[in-house]
């Protein structure tokens, strides 16, 4: 399929290409396993490299709570779904995170010169877990200090939300437009689980969770698969002649001790984003990112994200959002693809909305989703865990 460099030694790091992307439906239950769903998010991305899978050299699965699949230990287990078998096989993961890290984890593989293709899968089928996903999350809380007062995840973002709201002086209102944008744009996704077409009243009136949290506000647990493919340049340069380039990747992850944290401002997340951009050269991430995908399971974390990726001042993402800035025929058009609120939200297999969209869009492959201006480098972001986790990739179509 291609020609290969033999016995070539990296003595510096080599840039690294993504060439190829997969998605499976993203669905409240579906009746594939998690193997088979990782098969059909591989075929897929096989298909558009032009690649076949004798010509992967390792593979990277991202996947999140061994708790969802109900089976210890399960990178092991959904390695022949994902195309591991008698090949280097790894596992990350980083919770909501691993939606970016375990693309960051392909990088490293074929930066270091250790692959010249590698294979980035990401699996979660959350609808094993019963009677609620939510119940895979019960034992991830400290045992002295936070199990007693039998949290759950909405509980906690719902204070991170009050907090935001209160330090920012931010309306409900300006947050259920994110909610509104993102169901909107996910009408043109094909893998799309819960597009439709809302109003902000819809949302304010839609069913409390954990006020000031509603039902649309929220993303709905799904299951469904995702696939990267990432390659060495001497291997893009033959199978396309528009590679979208990775230009800075970046991970950070704060402490547990999420009590002992300002919820208003997701540090990690700026973290991340000043090790992504550093890499990338990128000094004024507002004037130089032309398109978006921030992590968006809430409606306020779309704004939180973008804040702390230096795409609005802190309070300023709200303003931006109402006055159509994010839209995807904005001056900078954010979760294009209908992120996680419309689209779906399985877990890892969020790459297929984030990283994966951010290829298809600076590849110009976006097709009904393809924003309107001309981009050139993107962003895309993953959260995770205890408010904790962030993980950065910054995407280019330009060498």
Known sequence: MFERVRGLKFHKKQDVAIVGAGITLFRRRMNETGKELSYYAVKQALEEAGLEIQDIDMVVMGSAPDAFDGIHMKGEYLLDGAGGSNRPYMRVFVGGGTGVFAPIAGYWHVASGLADVCLVITEEKMSSSHPHPQSAFKYIWDPILDRPLNPNLIWIFALEMRRYMHENNIKHEDIALVSVKNKGNALDHPAAQVAEKITVEDVLNSEPMALPVRRLDVSPPSDGASALIMVAPHIARQLTDEPVWVDGVGWSLDTTWWTNRDLYFPRYVAEAARMAYKMAHITDPRKEIDVAEPYDPFDYKELHHMEGLGLAKKGEAPI????????????????????????????????????????????????????????????????????????????????
């Open 320 to 399: 931006l959002t109402r006055e159509g800035v994010t839209a995807r025929d904005g001056d900078l058009p954010v979760c294009p693809s209908g992120g996680l609120l419309g689209v779906g939200n399985p877990i890892a297999a969020t790459m297929g909305v984030k990283v994966a969209e951010l290829y298809w869009q600076l590849a110009y492959r976006a097709g009904k989703r393809q924003v309107a201006k001309e981009v050139t480098t993107g962003v895309t972001q993953a959260w995770g865990d205890l408010m904790q986790v962030g993980t950065v990739m910054v995407l280019s179509n330009k060498r």
